[in-house]
C-alpha cells in the first residue's frame, strides 16, 4: 500500500468482508461522539415536506419544527419558488410534559384544519411528547370525523432510531394513504410509473436534476411518471400511486422500504436498481421499468438513440480510464457505491472506496446487498481518522492519511472521484458541484465523462493555496458535531440548505 | 396607543420563528472561547447546537461538542453511564478548561442526574464541569438564553474596586443582523471614544476570564430588546451594576443613534464627544445620501411598510423609517414580547404619533395572515417575509435580516450611522430588483 503506515489503517479489504466483520460485531459500527446526523424526527418530516398541502404538526417543543421548516420549507421556497409553508408544533411546555399534552394536541389539531385547510395533517411526535406518553394514535383517531383532512400520526421521536428509520418509516406509512387500484385506475396508469424514494419537495426549476432526468428518461419510452414519491406529490396522487405499472427507486435504499411496502399491499411491482450513475445501471433501470410497462421493444430503441447521442465522449473517457485505479470518497455510502459501480462496470477500473464509515455497513444494507448480488465488491479502505473524535470529512487527520495513502502514485494512473474540499496530487473529478448535472442517465455519463476529461486536461494546475487553506488551516482543532456540511452534501446541489443565521452560501448537513 | 392584533386558531398550535430554549442556551456557551459542550441527548439535538455555533460563525474547526447519541434503551433504562464516558472522551481530546454539559428533552425528562454526575465526575475531569438542564419545552430561544446567561453567574465574581467608566455588554446572540459582530464592534468601537472601556463582553469571543470580572464594571449596556434583561436585573441586584440605555432603542436609524450616543454622553460624562460623533456621524449620512441616494425621497415617502423583525432592530426601526425615511410603519410584528418591550414599542409609537398595527412573539402563520391584510406597499424582514411578500403580492421585500438570501461576506453593522446606510444599500437595492420586469417580451424587440 503506498505511503500510509499500517497503523494509520483501520480496514483495508473487500465490500463483503467489511459487511461480515460489521454484522458479527468484530468492527466497531456506532458513530463516534462527535459524529452527528440528523435525528429519526428530521429525516421523517424531511419526506413529509415533500407531500404537497399537507401541514406536519409536531407535537412538542418548538425547536423540532422550526428545525426543520427552516432547513426544508424555506430552501424549497427559495430554490424551487415552493410558497411559504409551515411546520406547526404544539408548542409543549413544562406544564404540557407533567400533565401530559393531548388535550392540547387535540385543540391543535382543530385549529391546523381550520388554518391551512389542508389535504393531510401528519402529527409528528418529538422525543418530549413520545416519552411522556401521550396517546397521539388515540387522539388523531379520535378527530377523523372532526376534521376535513386526512390525519396520520407518525412516531418519530429522536430517540427512536437511527437517521435512516425516519425515512422508512414514513415511506411504509405513507402507503396506507394508497387506495387498492381498480381496474379503470389501472387501465388508465398502465404506461405510468412512480418515482419512489424522493424527499422533500419540488425540484429547482433552473438546475437538470437527477429526478429530472430520470422522468426524461420515463417520457423517452412513451411512458409517463404518474407521481414522485415523496417530491412534491399530491394527496390525489398518492391515493392512485398503486395503480401504476411500476415503482422504480430513485434511491434503491430509501425506495425500497415504500415499493416493498406498495408490492405487498397493493401488488405493485417495484424495480429497484442501485443509483443509475453511468451507462449500465441506467440502462438496468430503465429495463426494469420497460419490462413492466410492456415496452421493452421502445426502451432499446430510445437506449440506442441516447447512447448514440453520447458514445464518441464517452468512449473517449473509457479508453483512457479502463484499467486505471479509481479512489471513491466514502463519506457519502450510497453514492459511492454507486461510483464504484459505474466506474469498474462502465469504465473498467479499479475502485477503491476511501472512509467509508463502517456504520454504514449496518445502515446501508439494502443497496450493498445488491451491490454484491451485481457481482462488484469493491475494495475499502478505512483509515484511524474516520473512528476518531471529531468530524471525519472535514478533518486534517483523514486529509492526511489520505494524502499518505496516495503517496507518490503515479498522477496518470490514479483519480480521485470525490469533493473539492479534499487537495489529493491526482486528478479529482467532483460530481456533485451543480454544474455537474445531472449525473444519472444517458446525460449523466456524458456529464461524468466531460468532468473526467476537464479534470485531466487541467491535471497540470496546482491546486490553489488560497482554497486550501479555506479548508485546512493552520493550527485546526477538531471539527465536529454537525458543524460542517459533510463534503458531499449531496441533496442540494450547491449544498447550501437555511440553517439558524446561516446566509446563502453556508452549507447545512444533508 | 398600538393596536394590537387579535389571531383566531393560534392558542394551542404555532407555526415557531425560532428554535428551543437549548438553540438559545448553546448560543451563551458558544459565545465563550475555549469552551467544550457535552450534549446529553438524541443526534438530532446537536443541529440546534450548531446552529448556536453558526450565530457566532465559530470557525467549523473550533468546534468542541459532543453528543451522547440516546437511544430508546437510555430512555427506558438511563444513560449515565454514557454520559459519563463522553464526558471522560471528551475531557481528554478536547482539553478545555471548562465543559458545559447540557440536557436536553430527552435527559430532562427522564430525569438524568447531571448536575450530581458532574459533581461526583469534577475530581477526576480536568475541565470545569457546568452543567446545564435545558429541555427544549422549557422555552423559546430567548428563555434558553436567559437560562444559559443564568448558568454563568457563579463565574462572576466582585474582587477588587468597581472601575469606573467601565461597562459590561450583555449581547445574547439574539439579533437578527446577519453579521451581528459587526454591531458589537460599533458599540465598542464607539464607547472607547466615549472614554469608556467594555470590561467584559456576554457573551461573545469572550474568555471565562473576561466573564469572571465582570462583577468589577460600572455599567451594563444589554444590547438586545429580545432577551438578558433577567440576567440585566440580577447583576444589577447581586452586584449593583446599574443597567442603563435600555429602555430606549437601539441606535437603529439617525435619530435613534443620536439620542443612544446623547444618553450614553451624559452618563458617562462624555457630552462633548459624544456630540463631535454625532456632528461627524450625521453629515457622513446625509453627505452619502446627497450625492448617491436622492431618489430615496420620493421613493420611500408614505410608502407603507411592514416591519417583520425581533424587538432588538423592530424597535428601532420604526422610528428610523417614519422619521427619518418619511416612511408609514402601518405594521409592526416582532418576534418577542416581553414587558420591557411591550412598554418601549408603546412610547415609540406613542411619542411619533403612528397608528400602526402590531403583534408580538409571532408566528408564521400570524406573520402571513397580517402581511395579507395590511395593505402594504413594503416588507422590511428576512427570506421568510421576502417569500411570504412574493406570494401575497406585495411588490417590495427589503431582505434585512436572519436568514437572509444575500451572500454577506464582510461583516456589516446595522448600529450607528454607518449601519443606517447598511441598510439602506440593501433596500435600495431590493426596490430596484422588484420593480425589474420579470417577463419581458424579447419577441417585441426583435421585430
Known sequence: ??????????????????YILAKEGKIPTHLQ???????????????????RNSVILAHGPSGCAFGVKQAYKLTNSRNSGAPYEPVVCTNADLKSVIYGGEKNLHEAILEVDRKYNPDVIVVATSCATGIIGDNVDAVSEKMKDEIHAEIMPIHCEGFAGDY???FDLVFEQIV????????????????????????????RTEVDTDVKELVRLIEGIGAEVHAVIAGNCTLEQLKKAPSVAVNCALCLDLGYPIGKAMKEK??????????????????KWLMGAA??????KEAKAFMQSEYEA?????????SFLEGKTAIVEGHDAIKSLSIAHMLECDFGMRPVIYNFHPWSAQARETSIDYLLETGVDPEILITKGTLAFGKYESMKQTEDELLAYLGDVNPDETVYFGSSLSFPHIPLVDLNAILNRPRFGYRGALKVAECIKTALTYSFRPRSALTKQIVFPKNAGLASAASLTSKLSSDMPDCTVYAQHRRRGQCMMN | MYDELIFNDCTHSKDPMMGCALEGVAGIIAGIRHVSVVIHSPQGCAATVASAYDAHEIDFTQRKTACTHLFETDIVMGATDKLEQMIREADQKFATKVMFVVGTCAADIIGEDINGLCTSLQPEIQAMLIPVVAGGFRGNKYDGMEIGLNALLPFIKKQGE??????NLICPQASLNPTWGADLKWITDTLKRLGVTVQAVIAHDSTVREIEGAGRASANILLSRDAGYTFAKKLESQFGIPLILSDIPLPVGLKNTTGFLRLAGKYFEAELEAESIIKSGEEFVVDILRRRALMIIPRYRNCRAAIVADATFGTGLARMLFEDLEMIPALILLRSGSEETKNLLQREIDEMGIKAKVAFSVDGYQIKQALAEARVDAVVGSSWEMYMAKELGIKVAFDLFAPTNRDVYLDKAYFGYTGMLNMMEIMGNDWERAFRSDEIRWGQYAE
Open chain 1, 1 to 18: 500500500m503506498p505511503g500510509i503506515s499500517q497503523d494509520s489503517i483501520v480496514f483495508h479489504g473487500r465490500l463483503s468482508e467489511l
Open chain 1, 33 to 51: 461522539g462527535s459524529h452527528t446526523r440528523p435525528c429519526k424526527f428530521w429525516t421523517a418530516t424531511k419526506i413529509l415536506s415533500g407531500i
Open chain 1, 164 to 166: 435512516r428509520s425516519g
Open chain 1, 176 to 203: 396506507d394513504f394508497m387506495q387498492p387500484p381498480t381496474p379503470s385506475d389501472r387501465e388508465r396508469l398502465r404506461h405510468s410509473v412512480n418515482i419512489v424514494g424522493a424527499k422533500m419537495g419540488p425540484e
Open chain 1, 266 to 283: 397493493h401488488g405493485t411491482p417495484l424495480n429497484s436498481t442501485i443509483l443509475p450513475y453511468g451507462i449500465a445501471a441506467t440502462e
Open chain 1, 291 to 296: 419490462k413492466y410497462l410492456g415496452m421493452e
Open chain 1, 310 to 318: 453520447v458514445r464518441e465522449e464517452y468512449e473517449a473517457a473509457k
Open chain 2, 162 to 167: 468597581t472601575i469606573p467608566k467601565s461597562v
